[in-house]
C-alpha cells in the first residue's frame, strides 16, 4: 500500500517567519494529495489540496507544491502567526475511492 | 451548510464490551470514511462507505465493522473491546462523483476503554 513519510516532526518559527513542511509518498499511482490542519481537541480541517495534474497551488499564505517525479509534495505557509500553531497533517489518496493515506504529523508552533 | 456530527463525543468502556459510533455526513455527501488516531499510530484508514457499500477497507481486525444508512448516515461498531481500541474514532465525509477528493472531518468521538 502507500506509504507517505512527513518532515519534520516539529517546528518551530518566529511570528512572521515561514514555514515549510515535507512530505514524499510511495505510490505513483497516487493523484490526490491534501493537508490538514489539526487543532487540541477538534478534528483535522482541510487546509489545501492539489491534484497530480497541477504543479503548485496557493490560498492567500498557503502554498501547496508537487513534484511528481521526485514523488514528494510540500506546504508553505508565509507570514506566519500565533493562530497557525497547531498539528499539520499530509495525506496522499489513490483514485480508488475516499481512503487516505496520512503522514506522521508536524507540530507547529509560532512564537510571538 | 451543517459539518460532519459525530456522537457521542466521548465514551469510557470496560474490556470485552462492545461500542456504537454514529456519523452524520454533511447534506448531500454519499461517502463515509472512518479513521483511528492514536499518539503512536497517527490516523489509520479503517474504512469507507459509498451508498451503502463498503469500497475500501483498511488493515483492522473483524472486530471493527461498520454499515451506512441510505441517508448516508454510518456507523461503526468495534466488538470485544481491548485496551489498545482506545483512541479518537474521526469520520470524514466527501461527496461528488469523484473517486477521490475533499473529505470534511468531524470532531471524532474519544473512546476510553478501561
Known amino acids: 500500500g502507500e506509504n507517505v513519510e512527513q518532515h519534520p516532526s516539529t517546528l518551530s518559527v518566529q511570528e512572521g517567519d515561514s514555514a515549510v513542511i515535507k512530505c514524499t509518498y510511495s505510490d505513483s499511482a497516487s493523484n490526490y494529495f491534501p493537508w490538514y490542519k489539526q487543532e487540541l481537541g477538534k478534528g483535522p480541517q482541510l487546509i489545501i489540496d492539489?491534484?497530480?495534474?497541477?504543479g503548485e497551488k496557493k490560498d492567500q499564505r498557503i502554498a501547496v507544491t508537487l513534484n511528481k517525479t521526485a514523488k514528494h509534495f510540500s506546504l508553505h505557509i508565509t507570514e506566519t502567526q500565533p493562530e497557525d500553531s497547531a498539528v499539520y497533517f499530509c495525506a496522499a489518496s489513490l483514485p480508488t475511492g475516499n481512503q487516505f493515506y496520512f503522514g506522521t504529523g508536524t507540530s507547529l508552533t509560532v512564537i510571538p | 451548510k451543517a459539518g460532519v456530527t459525530q456522537t457521542p463525543r466521548y465514551l469510557i468502556k470496560t474490556r470485552g464490551q462492545q461500542v456504537t459510533l454514529s456519523c452524520s455526513p454533511i447534506?448531500?455527501?454519499?461517502?463515509v470514511s472512518w479513521y483511528q488516531q492514536t499518539p503512536g499510530q497517527g490516523l489509520q484508514f479503517l474504512f469507507e462507505?459509498?451508498?451503502?457499500?463498503?469500497?475500501n477497507k483498511g488493515n483492522f481486525p473483524g472486530r471493527f465493522s461498520g454499515r451506512q444508512f441510505s441517508n448516508s448516515r454510518s456507523e461503526m461498531n468495534v466488538s470485544t473491546l481491548e485496551l489498545g481500541d482506545s483512541a479518537l474514532y474521526l469520520c470524514?465525509?466527501?461527496?461528488?462523483?469523484?473517486?477521490?477528493?475533499?473529505?470534511?472531518f468531524g470532531q471524532g468521538t474519544r473512546l476510553t476503554v478501561v
Open positions: 470524514a465525509s466527501s461527496g461528488g462523483q469523484v473517486l477521490n477528493t475533499e473529505a470534511f
Open positions: 447534506s448531500g455527501h454519499r461517502s
Open positions: 462507505y459509498f451508498s451503502e457499500t463498503q469500497r
Open positions: 492539489i491534484r497530480s495534474n497541477v
